[in-house]
């Protein structure tokens, strides 16, 4: 009697391929994994990247320079700085600011802008009908505690107490210093007479008053605060 041979089953079959995926990751496995490794390193390397800024030239502060000094070439130097994080009066070219006199002190590697400059700038962002007026005090020591920014109120002082009685008269109140003198015979206003100036910020109604003060009595010049 011829017998029948059984069908053989699908999961009697030979794996070959299942044998060749599992050599495959047998022999590869280190590799595979340090590739993966990588990959996820490269990965977070991309997401944790800056975003690309696009930067321009500025004139930067070479050292620290303080108030009062006169740029030259070897004072300042041009920087690549990005863009976005720039004000937009800062200066371009060191052509632009070789001469011009600081009215604040800039530290090094900070941007020179044309409102930290002695002139027009001093008085930008300042209210309409701003002014910038000369004042002599008659205490010179005052000029040593002040620096631009501080507040001040002018004080006109009349009278000697004897043939006249002595008056005390708030001329001006809590008006901004702008420049003071530093001793630099660089510059045209710390020569001669001009040293023992200052130039405060003041209205047009308070700059009528401050111009004729030197010629009514003394002027002291009262340092106040920000409050």
């Given at each position: 009697m011829r017998s029948r041979r059984r069908p053989a089953r699908r999961h009697d079959r030979p794996s070959r391929y299942r044998r060749s995926w599992r050599e495959v990751l047998a022999v590869?496995?280190?590799?595979?994994?340090?590739v993966l490794a990588a990959l996820a390193v490269a990965a977070s390397l991309s997401a944790l990247a800056p975003e690309h800024t696009e930067t321009v030239p500025v004139v930067v502060a070479a050292r620290d320079?303080?108030?009062?000094?006169?740029?030259?070439?070897?004072?300042?130097?041009?920087?690549?700085?990005?863009?976005?994080?720039?004000?937009?009066?800062?200066?371009?070219?060191?052509?632009?600011?070789?001469?011009?006199?600081?009215?604040?002190?800039v530290a090094a590697g900070s941007p020179v802008a044309s409102t930290?400059?002695?002139?027009?700038?001093?008085?930008?962002?300042?209210?309409?009908?701003?002014?910038?007026?000369?004042?002599?005090?008659?205490?010179?020591?005052?000029?040593?505690?002040l620096s631009p920014?501080?507040?001040v109120d002018v004080v006109l002082s009349q009278g000697n107490g004897?043939?006249?009685?002595?008056?005390?008269?708030?001329?001006?109140?809590?008006?901004?210093?702008?420049?003071?003198?530093t001793g630099s015979a660089g510059s045209w206003l710390d020569a001669g007479d001009a040293a023992g100036m200052v130039v405060v910020a003041a209205s047009r109604h308070d700059s009528v008053?401050?111009?004729?003060?030197?010629?009514r009595g003394k002027i002291f010049l009262v340092l106040v605060g920000p409050g």
């Open positions: 590869y496995r280190r590799p595979l994994a340090a320079l303080p108030s009062g000094t006169v740029l030259d070439a070897g004072s300042l130097h041009i920087a690549q700085l990005a863009e976005k994080a720039l004000p937009p009066d800062v200066l371009a070219s060191v052509g632009s600011a070789t001469g011009q006199q600081l009215a604040i002190p930290m400059l002695v002139g027009p700038g001093l008085l930008t962002g300042a209210e309409p009908g701003t002014v910038a007026v000369p004042v002599r005090p008659s205490d010179t020591e005052t000029i040593g505690l920014g501080q507040l004897y043939e006249r009685a002595a008056d005390s008269t708030v001329i001006a109140e809590r008006v901004p210093v702008l420049w003071v003198p008053e401050l111009a004729g003060a030197a010629a």
